[in-house]
């Protein structure tokens, strides 16, 4: 054991997960901001969250919507709910958080999150200070074909860090899938939401708190 730099997914490893509530109040937002007053509750749904660009331009199709202008839309609204969430303490870290403190090793973070909403996050809650490199999403559609469990955010990160041996931490198989795509060893994490949860692929490690992340790592 022992790792040149640690990286973790962010929501439902760092900070508690975004309701779906907020994800459909973003979504519908969304909607009503390219001038869709009554979109179709299946296309909500299907905007709210894990969206692909296939889905993603048959819906913007049924409205006469361009899809680009619907992504934008799209990605600002749910951001703006889910910063609406953490101010109101609804959307908050683990109560483990301050383990980052004690790794020896450098840390970064993925994320398939926007990347407005995770430096809202970490600004809000002061957790930049740990963290050497951050990626997540731009408010692009190029950015749906380029998240997990695509490699790309996390060989970036890889990159910046300046390692070859580094260790992902995630809470869905993407994120598994994710690190042995870019050739780096994956942790899944058993994080309340994930304590049943099968995996169709199999992670190098499991643990259940960012201190045995720690002593994996370090």
Same mark, same amino acid.
């Given at each position: ?43 909500? +749904?299907?905007?709210?969250?894990? !969206? =692909? ?5 048959? *819906?913007?199709? /049924?409205? @006469? ?38 790794? +020896?090793?450098?840390?970064?973070? !993925? =994320? ?5 909403? *995770?430096?809202? /996050?970490? @600004? ?44 992902? !931490? ?49």
């Amino acid at each position: 054991m022992g790792y040149e730099a640690v990286i973790f997914d962010n929501d439902g490893v760092l900070l508690t997960l975004t309701s779906m509530t907020a994800h459909r109040e973003g979504a519908r937002e969304a909607f009503d901001r390219v001038g869709v007053a009554d979109p179709h509750p299946d296309h909500v +749904d299907e905007m709210s969250i894990g !969206v =692909s660009v296939d889905r993603l331009e048959a *819906v913007c199709s /049924a409205y @006469d919507v361009a899809p680009e202008t619907f992504w934008s839309a799209r990605d600002a609204a749910i951001s703006e709910a889910q910063c609406d969430e953490m101010t109101a303490g609804e959307k908050r870290p683990y109560d483990d958080i301050d383990t980052l403190a004690d790794f +020896d090793s450098p840390l970064g973070v !993925v =994320s398939s999150n926007q990347q407005a909403t *995770v430096d809202f /996050a970490f @600004d809000h809650f002061g957790l930049s200070h740990h963290f050497e490199t951050v990626h997540a999403r731009e408010p692009t559609i190029e950015s749906l074909e380029r998240k997990k469990p695509r490699p790309y955010y996390v060989e970036r990160a890889v990159e910046e860090l300046g390692v070859s041996d580094a260790l992902f !931490v995630g809470d869905n198989e993407s994120d598994v899938r994710a690190a042995h795509n870019a050739g780096i060893d994956s942790a899944f994490i058993r994080r309340p939401h994930r304590v049943d949860a099968d995996l169709g692929v199999t992670p190098d490690y499991e643990v259940w708190t960012l201190d045995d992340v720690r002593t994996i790592a370090d």
